[in-house]
């Protein structure tokens, strides 16, 4: 961006103003002139949308933003990068997707919701010459199989926002490596230097959208089932994924009785703190998943100050946070591997 225009930095405030207040028009005008400035897409999607999607979650992770505009405005995110998207498939119609193009698909895990950033990679790839086939959130295994046999794909990309998918990112790789076909991997549930991704068996790991055609370049051509994990607690691992919705029953109660809270609060009385410890508690406890199957406790360590944030924004007791790892610790205390991971965690301040 030339000097004589306003930076980034200042693109970023008047688009998080303009969403903030609802006004999709206002939202969409910055994004018209941006693009009368001579901004493509990539620049676009890189110097405006993503950098503004990471500050809607602090807006909303600090209480500032309600959920409701938290939604709002990746609605209008979203809009933005398909309406920049089909601008440029009309004209340049020919050059990416021809019959030479390698094709990869793009998806989300099973479970995971966070598409935004997925279609991020996918207009990133697009650009770059690659055929996309993006199957947005929430894909199964058998649906992601099925697809692969179908149309054969140099590599699949998986996104994985929140670390309590990565056992699940675990279980598709497995499913896409069984067909021979080379797996990409990234998203906020991993960790910057890709430890997490290799260790779930992926082919490749990419920490922006920006590197991931570079990634694919150096992919082979097939690849090998996955080795079995052989890490101490990525069978536990399972076990807390699949039980993580009474996990967090029993967590909770467990916050409530240590905090000298009664269980039920009337609904109508009972303060915003609850309300969102109650909503995020399968996350939370899921991210313990995570991180045994990932063998990696900074994940759970990263969940629980994340929480103690959120707790802290709403008005929660100064003790909630070592509340909810302490009731972690008890709820868990059958599963030797978990409590060691627990034990790791450092002690948290509130
Ligand atoms: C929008 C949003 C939502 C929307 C998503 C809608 C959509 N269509 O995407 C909705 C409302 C559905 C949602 C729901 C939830 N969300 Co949410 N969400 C967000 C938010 C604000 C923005 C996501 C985004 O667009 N990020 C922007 C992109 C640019 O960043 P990125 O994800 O890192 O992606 C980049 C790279 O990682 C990479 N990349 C991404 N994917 C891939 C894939 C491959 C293969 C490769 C190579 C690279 C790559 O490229 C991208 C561009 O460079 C984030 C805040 C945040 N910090 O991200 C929270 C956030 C991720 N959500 C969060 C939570 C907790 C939830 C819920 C659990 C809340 C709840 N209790 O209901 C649910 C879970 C739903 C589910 N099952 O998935 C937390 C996660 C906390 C944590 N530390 O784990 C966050 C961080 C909010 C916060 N500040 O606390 N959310």
């Known amino acids: ?3 004589d225009r306003p930076t980034w930095d200042d693109e970023v405030e008047a688009y998080l103003e303009a969403l903030g207040r609802g006004d999709r028009a206002a939202a969409l005008a910055r994004v018209d002139g941006l693009e009368h400035a001579g901004q493509d897409v990539l620049a676009i999607i890189r110097g405006l949308l993503a950098p503004a999607q990471l500050r809607v979650g602090e807006l909303w992770l600090s209480d500032e933003w309600s959920v409701a505009q938290e939604h709002a405005a990746t609605a209008v995110s979203e809009s933005v990068i398909a309406s920049l998207a089909l601008a440029r498939a009309k004209e340049v119609p020919a050059i990416p997707g021809t019959a030479s193009a390698p094709s990869v698909v793009v998806s989300c895990v099973e479970h995971e919701w966070h598409a935004l950033p997925a279609l991020m990679v996918a207009e990133h790839l697009r650009a ?4 996309v086939s993006y199957l947005g959130a929430n894909a199964s295994s058998s649906a992601l199989v099925r697809h692969v046999h179908e149309t054969g794909p140099a590599a699949v990309l998986l996104s994985c926002s929140l670390s309590a998918f990565l056992p699940v990112v675990r279980r598709q790789v497995e499913a896409v490596r069984e067909t021979g ?4 991997v990234g998203g906020s549930a991993f960790d910057p230097e890709g430890r997490r991704a290799r260790v779930l068996g992926a082919t490749g790991f990419a920490a922006t959208a920006e590197d991931v055609a570079d990634v694919l370049r150096t992919l082979p051509a097939g690849v090998p089932p996955a080795a079995p994990l052989q890490h101490p607690g990525a069978e536990e691992g399972y076990v807390v994924f699949g039980t993580r919705e009474d996990l967090a029953d029993e967590v909770e109660r467990l916050v409530a009785e240590d905090l000298g809270l009664g269980r039920e609060a009337e609904a109508d009385r009972e303060p915003e703190w609850r309300v969102v410890l109650h909503d995020q508690l399968p996350h ?3 991210s313990l998943a995570g991180a045994l199957v990932a063998d990696d406790p900074q994940v759970v360590r ?3 100050t994340w929480a103690a944030r959120v707790l802290e924004h ?3 007791p100064d003790r909630a946070g070592l509340a909810l790892r302490a009731a972690l610790g008890v709820a868990l205390r059958d599963l030797p591997t978990a409590s060691a991971v627990l ?5 948290l301040t509130r």
Do not use: C, I, N, Y
């Open 343 to 347: 034990e790791l965690v450092a002690p």
């Open 314 to 316: 709403r008005g929660a």
């Open 128 to 131: 770059d010459g690659f055929s």
């Open 181 to 184: 076909t080379p797996v990409v």
């Open 302 to 304: 990263q969940a629980l």
């Open 1 to 3: 961006m030339s000097s």
């Open 284 to 286: 939370v406890v899921g």
